[in-house]
């Protein structure tokens, strides 16, 4: 039962046979175990490598033929050019020394339920394409909503007052922002009718992500509506609740209609976390939805020391975070959670004759196309599945534990040495700092100071680190992360910052 008998045909055999099979059982599992042997090895390797890659623009495209071969390659020979052309053009973010971007966190669990992914190809657009990719992600959704101590109203298990929220896996934050602003966006129109779409306002501070502009605009506001509160080092960068209440009564005055709020839980910049519990009352005074983008610092709050920086969290729409980013899930994973699942649904549905079927038209299951921007999606939740199962909450959280004492560790480094200093508070991970070892002299001068070390930096191939301007003030930032990271990567990192700076006063 379930496979076809295939032991006759009337089909000439010479039709029947082929010699290309792209999807060999055997011959896969040979070239698997090879793929793991190089992924492997390239992660015992990893440290021999530039950190940063130190090619010019052109490298690869230049070393590379114009047009494709049309007979098969040897997989001997495409690990070669691997080797030969792509690892030296690549900036290794798994490296132990990568302490630019927030990481991209992996681990073996996670390889292991990629692999799964990939291998069972499921296209889980509907419950009935795949149930156990619905049911899972439904799953593994309240899981981690239990570990964040988030309230029952954001998950399929419910509360209660018989709300209908819960939580899906998007692409990446920008997916997550943009389709609650769609949530958003429509219900306020149904309201205020589409006549009146120029009217809709949508709020952050200057230090949420690009994404939100961006997403904002593909969702229909217009540019001029787009309000990015200023913050300040006085209030560590965090959007300021009577700042925010101040614009939203003006744009009421003016005519205009408060749509969306958006709150961070760890900025890029310097992970500042805005107040969700003043900044709730201002979003429900005036009827917006209100979002939280913890993308970074949401992985955290799995740690009981760091949960109060959800606080309020009960009185939001939606949240998103990022397990790729802490959570050693591997890239992409965004989990978004919702309080009205419904207005999701409503804005995002479809339902062409060729995916209608009696489980979803009996409203007894969850179709996850309608909760996202597109159709098709994978099987990501195995993923993030067999890396709480392999390494339960307590793995996961002395992980984020030890991050952070790392960083703590390289703030006192910097605080040792009075050329240096530290420029906001540490909050998670992230460690904000400046060359400044003439603190009398003109600002730019010390910015410049501070470039050339970032490249003396970086050029080395060493480690990486990257900067920002915050409050008009250059600095730089290393974020401690990468699974491979050790105590011994940080203090070499500082060991060659200091020669760096050494060399800077030297010249």
């Not at 971007?101 to 499921?122: I, K």
């Not at 409203?363 to 159709?375: C, E, H, L, P, R």
Request: charged share 20%.
């Amino acid at each position: 039962m379930g496979s076809l008998d295939l032991s006759s045909s009337d089909e000439p055999a010479s039709s029947q046979l082929s010699d290309f099979k792209p999807l060999n059982p055997e011959e896969f599992r040979k070239q698997a175990h090879q793929m793991v042997d190089f992924i492997a090895d390239y992660y015992t390797k990893i440290e021999s490598y530039p950190v940063l890659s130190q090619v010019q623009p052109g490298y690869i495209r230049t070393r590379l033929p114009h047009t494709p071969p049309n007979q098969p390659e040897p997989l001997e020979a495409i690990f070669n050019d691997i080797n030969s052309l792509i690892i030296p053009a690549m900036t290794h973010w798994l490296s132990p020394n990568f302490f630019a971007f927030f990481p991209a966190t992996v681990s073996t669990a996670a390889f292991l339920g990629e692999m799964l992914c990939t291998g069972f190809n499921a296209v889980g657009f509907n419950w009935l394409a795949s149930p156990a990719v619905t049911e899972l992600e439904m799953v593994v959704m309240d899981w981690l909503a239990n570990m964040l101590r988030l309230p029952k109203s954001f998950t399929f298990a419910g509360d209660d007052t018989g709300g209908s929220g819960g939580g899906v896996i998007q692409n990446t934050t920008s997916e997550s922002i943009l389709v609650t602003l769609i949530a958003a966006r429509d219900r306020a129109l149904d309201h205020i009718g589409a006549k009146n779409m120029r009217k809709l306002v949508v709020y952050s501070s200057d230090q949420t992500h690009s994404t939100f502009s961006k997403a904002s605009r593909l969702a229909g506001i217009h540019p001029s509506n787009i309000r990015s509160i200023p913050t300040n080092l006085a209030q560590g960068f965090s959007l300021c609740p009577e700042n925010l209440g101040r614009v939203v009564k003006d744009d009421v005055a003016q005519g205009l209609v408060p749509l969306y709020l958006c709150a961070t839980v760890g900025t890029t910049s310097t992970t500042a976390v805005d107040p969700l519990e003043p900044l709730a009352d201002v979003a429900r005074a005036y009827g917006m939805w209100f979002h939280v983008d913890a993308a970074y610092g949401g992985s955290a709050c799995i740690c009981p020391e760091f949960r109060h920086f959800l606080n309020g969290v009960e009185r939001v729409d939606s949240l998103s975070l990022s397990p790729h980013k802490w959570l050693l899930s591997y890239l992409d994973c965004c989990c978004l959670w919702v309080k009205s699942s419904a207005q999701l649904v409503k804005a995002l549905s479809t339902n062409p004759e060729y995916l209608k079927n009696k489980p979803s038209e009996s409203d007894s299951v969850v179709d996850y196309k309608d909760w996202q921007v597109g159709t098709g999606r994978r099987f990501k939740s195995i993923r993030l599945w067999f890396v709480i199962r392999s390494y339960g909450v307590e793995n996961l959280q002395n992980h984020i534990r030890s991050d952070v004492r790392m960083a703590k560790k390289f703030e006192r480094f910097v605080r040792s040495d009075p050329r240096f200093e530290i420029l906001v508070p540490i909050r998670f991970a992230l460690v904000c700092f400046r060359f400044n070892p003439y603190p009398k002299v003109e600002s730019g001068h010390t910015e410049l100071l501070n470039r050339k070390l970032l490249d003396w930096v970086n050029s080395s191939g060493k480690i990486y680190m990257t900067h920002t301007i915050v409050g008009g003030v250059y600095m730089l930032r290393f974020a401690v992360g990468a699974t491979l990271t050790e105590e011994c990567h940080v203090i070499a990192a500082w060991k060659l910052i200091k020669e760096g700076a050494d060399e800077l006063l030297k010249s």
